[in-house]
């Protein structure tokens, strides 16, 4: 994963367009988010929309607004995705499932950096960075006639692939942990740990649905369980294979240690060894960081 690690901390440090390749659940949408956690458009708004999962009657108005009468039941203007974009990013993604008419104006934008709203006259310039992403293979698409051969090109700046979670035996353990952080601070719960054996079950499951395959199921232990540790039966892994070599497995403590230590390299590593980069990306103070970096006794790269 060092490739794509330094691939996103490169897409971060310009304005070009990104298009990020990979099958349903290996984590479009996170990398879409850590390129502009790391970009000088930080601050300013990401904007996400799936263009697979509005009708395409209303997916106009939802990407570039309407003005009011522009159809029926249109009784005020809306402000579409793009503008709400403005100096920051907007994310498309499943791009592959956008309709041929709606191509040519999305073209537009990336040639012209200008829209108009449904229904109006006004020619508006924004500012804004595209990220794309698609489970499917746009080349094929372009010789099948469903997807513009000009439109491909110009997405196509910058691209980046994805490879499947058991590709990336060493982000298992530690999305594991990150996800469980997350979701129980989502839940307003106190987080619970995962016992030896259900990291050595997360860590022979084969994973095929990938990234969100693990989100759901650390969420589906979450939200069926109070208890204070994670077993394999609370997510799903109980017919999973157990490791024969009990004694090489690590502690608890020292699972996390390792997990806490690895992500602080790799987000030092992503950012260049800019800290306040990294402790945004990690979402946490730059006190904290340099504590981190001085327990872990984490060398940096002058």
């Given at each position: ?33 850590a ?25 106009e108005?939802e ?11 249109a ?22 499932e ?28 924004l ?5 794309a ?42 999305l ?6 997350e ?14 054996a ?36 609370d ?28 992500v ?28 981190l ?10």
């Open positions: 994963m060092n490739k794509v690690f330094e691939l996103i901390r490169l897409a971060a440090a310009n304005d070009y367009p990104v298009l990020i390749t990979g099958k349903t659940g290996t984590g479009k949408e996170m990398t879409a988010k390129i502009h956690r790391l970009s000088s458009r930080a601050k300013k708004p990401l904007i996400t929309i799936n263009c697979g999962a509005i009708p395409e009657n209303l997916l108005s990407l570039f607004g309407h003005e009011k009468g522009a159809f029926t039941g009784a005020t203007r809306q402000i579409g995705r793009f503008e709400q974009a403005d100096q920051g990013t907007i994310f498309l993604d499943e791009i592959g956008l309709p041929l008419s709606l191509q040519v104006k999305l073209l537009r934008f990336l040639q012209e950096s200008t829209i108009e709203r449904l229904g109006g006259t006004q020619t508006i310039t500012n804004v960075r595209i990220i992403a698609t489970n499917i293979n746009l080349e094929d698409a372009v010789k099948e006639g469903t997807f513009r051969e000009d439109l491909f090109y110009r997405l196509n700046v910058l691209k980046l692939r994805l490879p499947d979670l058991k590709e990336r035996q060493e982000d298992i353990l530690l594991a942990h990150n996800f469980l952080i979701e129980s601070q989502r839940l307003g719960r106190k987080q619970p740990s995962f016992l030896p259900t990291l050595a079950a997360i860590a022979n499951h084969n994973w095929p649905g990938n990234v969100r395959e693990l989100q759901n199921r650390i969420r589906g232990a979450l939200g069926t369980t109070t208890a204070r540790s994670i077993s394999p039966v997510l799903g892994l109980e017919d999973a294979p157990e490791t024969t070599e009990k004694q090489t497995l690590p502690t608890l403590r020292e699972a996390r240690e390792t997990a806490e230590k690895d602080v390299r790799r987000a030092l590593a992503l950012t260049g060894n800019n800290i306040s980069q990294a402790a945004r990306l990690l979402d946490i103070s730059r006190p904290t960081l340099h504590d970096i001085k327990k872990h006794g984490i060398q940096r790269d002058k």
